[in-house]
């Protein structure tokens, strides 16, 4: 339960969450779970945490 003066932050573990939904068949909107908090309380902060492999290339 959140009360609508209440501020939220929300930590998502990307990997696990990821592996959950796969296991259970089905994708993840997260623009809309952001949404769904956004409208139960004062989101203040939004982070998705995912591992990078050392050996792998990124560009930011």
Not at 6 to 30: C, M, P, T, V
Request: glycine share 4%; hydrophobic share 45%.
């Amino acid at each position: 339960m959140f009360y609508k003066d209440e501020r939220l932050a929300l930590f998502i573990d990307g990997s696990n969450l990821y592996a959950a939904a796969k296991a259970l068949g089905f994708d993840i909107d997260y623009k809309l779970l952001r949404q769904e908090f956004v409208r139960r309380g004062k989101m203040v902060r939004a982070f998705y945490y995912t591992a990078l492999l050392e050996n792998d290339e990124y560009r930011l």
